[in-house]
């Protein structure tokens, strides 16, 4: 029953990236690809062949199978419902973190082996800015370790309560500033814009740029799976102690369409920031995430 998770996963990452193209053209007035459209190109991108640069070696090879296998790896670390992860232990969250982290290392190097300059332009902010991000998130987990006195994913997911004002307005305040960081993670708007075709303003697919055939294909599938375990972190703040299978996966289900509608929706409506004051939008998560942590001192006063 544990793979329950990993399944359920794997079968919202085929909806996921349809669902925000769907949403943004609706928004748009237009009629837009189909629901399946990202996976049939992901589909047809493993069919064709991979060109590498003669400057290349086995480290731009190896990156995109690597950058893979960790996101599915941080997917492991996942509760569901009453379920623990596949991987759970003590301190699996920072585990969770530092395993993507691998992932984007061996991208930002690749991108760097090259010797390209706008690659390695890209490289060099998608670095900046996971380095200012890192603060935001692990302030938050910790908080939330703190008001539970857990470490694993499963037990602080499992021992939440939101009974009161402050824990309500904290839930809120957390739930924001885990969007803002997904949204930097997965170097999406306001942060990047994947459309975007100008090089000099351009993050993440700057760095894929020298990517191609069956390296992109995972890349890209990767980035919906990235997108989904981030879903899935969110949904087991819903799910209740007893909870029956098939409505965890009826609420699991309902998060991740919300959550791809919310996305098409920023996306469709906001612009992009201006690339010099992204380092102080990303900052200002820290802060945020240190309110959480005092909101909770206070939570956690109240209860002695």
């Known amino acids: 029953m544990k793979a329950a998770g990993i399944i359920m996963i794997f079968l919202a990452s085929l909806i996921f990236p349809g669902i925000i193209t769907r949403v943004k053209s609706i928004a748009s007035g237009r009629k837009g690809p189909g629901l399946f459209q990202p996976i049939y190109d992901i589909i047809r991108l493993f069919k064709k062949g991979t060109i590498y ?173 990235k997108f989904v375990i981030y879903g899935t972190l969110i949904s087991n703040f819903f799910f209740t102690p007893f909870m029956p299978l098939y409505f965890a996966i009826l609420i699991f289900f309902t998060i991740q369409i919300l959550f791809a509608i919310i996305i098409g929706l920023a996306e469709s409506f906001r612009a992009r920031y201006k690339l010099r004051n992204n380092n102080k939008a990303i900052v200002l998560l820290t802060p945020i995430s240190i309110l959480i942590f005092l909101s909770i001192l206070m939570i956690i006063t109240k209860q002695f």
């Open 53 to 225: 640069s003669t400057t290349a070696s086995f480290i731009f090879k190896i990156a995109p199978v690597v950058y893979f296998s960790t996101i599915l790896s941080a997917a492991f670390l996942l509760p569901f419902n009453n379920m623990p992860g596949l991987l759970s232990f003590d301190g699996d969250f920072i585990a969770f973190s530092y395993i993507l982290a691998l992932g984007k290392f061996l991208m930002i190097i690749a991108a760097l082996d090259t010797a390209s300059a706008f690659n390695g332009m890209g490289a060099s902010r998608e670095a900046l800015y996971s380095m200012l991000v890192e603060p935001a998130f692990f302030v938050l987990m910790a908080s939330f370790a703190m008001l539970t006195g857990h470490t694993s994913f499963y037990e602080i997911l499992s021992s939440l309560y939101f009974n009161s004002y402050i824990a309500v307005f904290t839930g809120i305040l957390a739930a924001f500033n885990l969007y803002q960081i997904i949204m930097v993670e997965n170097s999406r708007l306001p942060y990047d814009d994947p459309k975007t075709h100008l090089e000099l303003t351009m993050i993440h697919e700057v760095m894929v740029l020298d990517n191609s055939g069956f390296d992109l294909a995972l890349i890209s599938y990767a980035s919906s799976l």
